[in-house]
């Protein structure tokens, strides 16, 4: 991967992970950083070779290369929202990928947001009116 096509490239966005993969000289590397949980990890090769919990703006991963050399792979975020990830080889980026543009992720947490709002105001009055109808049933002598 050269300088010239590091932009635009590929991320998957889920509820839980916002994935990263790229190939640089023929090694798989995948960098994953958690929506939630402040959790980053880098794969290389299928394989965990680092992981990070942190609730900072940027995590700074350090790897080591099957042929020697070190790449810094950077995930920086905005309030548990990913926004991009960043790989660099002897002080030269060989990545770059934004993640901010995925609408479709925000109109489903929004949606499931509301009905989560929806459920708990339906849910008070629904058990006050159990909640009655339990007190009168065990309140009854035979």
Request: hydrophobic share 40%; no cysteine.
């Amino acid at each position: 991967m050269t300088k010239e096509n590091t932009e635009d490239q590929p991320f998957h966005m889920s509820l839980s992970w916002v994935t990263f993969p790229f190939v640089y000289k023929g090694h798989q590397i995948i960098a994953q950083a958690s929506t939630w949980s402040g959790q980053s990890r880098i794969w290389l090769d299928d394989e965990v070779v680092s992981t990070q919990r942190s609730f900072s703006l940027s995590d700074d991963h350090t790897i080591s290369l099957p042929d020697g050399e070190q790449m810094t792979v950077r995930l920086a975020h905005n309030w548990h929202l990913f926004l991009f990830a960043e790989a660099y080889v002897d002080g030269e980026r060989i990545y770059s990928s934004k993640a901010a543009s995925q609408k479709s992720q925000f109109k489903t947490v929004g949606f499931l947001f509301l009905i989560g709002l929806v459920a708990g105001v339906l849910s008070y009055p629904l058990g006050k009116i159990v909640g009655r109808f339990l007190h009168d049933v065990m309140s009854v002598s035979f």
